[in-house]
């Protein structure tokens, strides 16, 4: 099929309603996905989604994190959501934990928080790669469509290197 699976589970950190997590259960069917949000109310709408789109390998944790993943097992791969000022922070805390060979992605809204997990993965990994995305929205103006821009988000993703043979 072409879909790989991951040996390790993966985390959606600052889930929202879930869509990343519940996207990435879908194609990781045979792995395990933790969606953590720190809002009751979010916590729900995931719990709610992962029934509604009948997604049964997605764990919703609800709490802050890092604290909340403090008990969960090390994940292959994981996805720094949310637009805090915590952002470089919890990439920092996240790559930790992610096991050599994994795949960290994030995104930033603020040009201080890009410098910020720029600087971080840029010292920790050979491979980091950035995208700035860049959404219009279609307005109708009289007789007229033109396009709005909306705030534009950066997409950071890095992989932690394998660990090195020791030297003897």
């Known amino acids: 099929t072409g879909v790989q699976t991951c040996a390790l589970p993966i985390w959606d950190v600052g889930a929202g309603s879930g ?3 519940l996207e990435a259960a879908r194609i990781a069917r045979e792995g395990s996905v933790y969606a953590i949000e720190m809002d009751p109310d979010d916590h729900r709408l995931i719990q709610e989604n992962a029934v509604r789109f009948g997604v049964t390998n997605l764990q919703p944790v609800l709490g802050r994190a890092p604290e909340a993943w403090a008990r969960l097992p ?10 805090g000022r915590d952002v470089a922070m919890l990439v920092e805390e996240a790559w930790k934990r992610l ?3 994994g795949r960290l992605v994030t995104a930033c809204n603020s040009i201080e928080n890009l410098a910020a997990v720029h600087a971080l993965l840029r010292a920790r990994s050979g491979d980091a790669a950035y995208w700035l ?5 279609g307005i109708e103006q009289l007789d007229r469509i033109r396009f709005e821009a909306i705030n534009p988000t950066f997409l950071i993703a890095a992989t932690k290197p394998s660990a090195s043979p020791a030297v003897e």
């Open 19 to 21: 869509s990343v997590g």
């Open 74 to 83: 090390d994940p292959d791969a994981i996805y720094v959501g949310g637009s």
């Open 133 to 137: 995305v860049n959404i219009a929205r």
């Open 99 to 101: 096991a050599a060979g």
